[in-house]
């Protein structure tokens, strides 16, 4: 497994760099969409949606991705829109009010914790392709702390219910990998941000980060699978590698907003 994981790292992390930092930003749009629709079928086959629909809504869902690429923003008439269509296709498909609120769910929620929440990372590509490398490099950086440090010392659950492999010794790694990833990314890309800052970035993301992962994990056990998918050897699917990473784009994004006003 360790194996894999290796293997797979050290052949995509260096694509992954030069893809973000030399190439169009096109190019990450593409990218972006094309994790967006992968991630989102995910989800929506671990709830067991069928096949064709997954497809079509998760082809819906690149569409805020687009929009912010075009406006930097997402309308809050086209969040109105896809919920409506939700919510009217249930009404007129299935003509029965039975599991109303259990059918409609995956699709509305598929599609605010996954394109709308990577919508972000065109936010960060707007500031510097940096910024994106940096929020990947860090949030890796702490899972990969969790995992090993986890793994050697970890004896006491962290949430138990949700990820019962999670410790909190494997947490507290997971923060102290961020602040230092945090620090020698700002080092290496020339940061003028503060020590102070760029600490308190990195403590921030270490802990959204473990939320974020703890939340597919919830999803996960209550769909009973184990990973989202088995696109990456030894890394499951999409889905499960950018968990932690769909509610620490926001976080990054708005704190380097309010940390260079």
């Known amino acids: 497994m360790h194996t894999k994981r290796l293997i797979v790292a050290s052949i995509a992390l260096p694509i992954f760099y030069c893809y973000v ?23 929506l086959a671990m709830y067991k949606v069928k096949e064709h629909q997954r497809y079509f809504f998760s082809l819906l869902g690149i569409i805020p991705i687009c929009m912010t690429y075009k406006y930097n923003d997402i309308p809050t008439s086209l969040l109105v829109t896809m919920v409506a269509t939700v919510l009217f296709g249930r009404l007129f498909v299935r003509k029965h009010p039975e599991n109303a609120l259990t059918d409609v769910a995956p699709y509305i929620i598929s599609f605010l914790y996954i394109p709308v929440m990577l919508s972000y990372f065109v936010k960060l590509l707007f500031i510097g392709p940096q910024m994106v490398i940096f929020l990947c490099a860090v949030i890796w950086g702490a899972d990969s702390f969790a995992l090993y440090v986890g793994k050697a010392i970890g ?47 990195g403590i921030i993301l270490g802990v959204v980060g473990i939320a974020g992962d703890l939340v597919e994990s919830m999803f996960k056990r209550d769909a009973n699978v184990k990973d989202s998918g088995s696109l ?17 784009a926001p976080a990054l994004y708005h704190m380097l907003i309010m940390f260079t006003r």
């Open 232 to 248: 990456l050897p030894g890394h499951g699917g999409i889905l499960d590698k950018i968990d932690g990473m769909l509610f620490s």
């Open 21 to 43: 930092m030399y190439l169009h930003r096109g190019y990450f749009l593409l990218l972006i969409c094309v994790m967006s629709f992968i991630s989102q079928t995910e989800f």
């Open 155 to 201: 004896k006491r659950k962290l949430y138990k219910q949700m990820s019962p492999n999670k410790t909190i010794e494997g947490a507290i790694a997971a923060i102290i990998g961020a602040i230092l990833c945090c620090l020698l990314l700002r080092a290496y890309f020339g940061l003028t941000m503060s020590l102070s800052k760029t600490s308190l970035i």
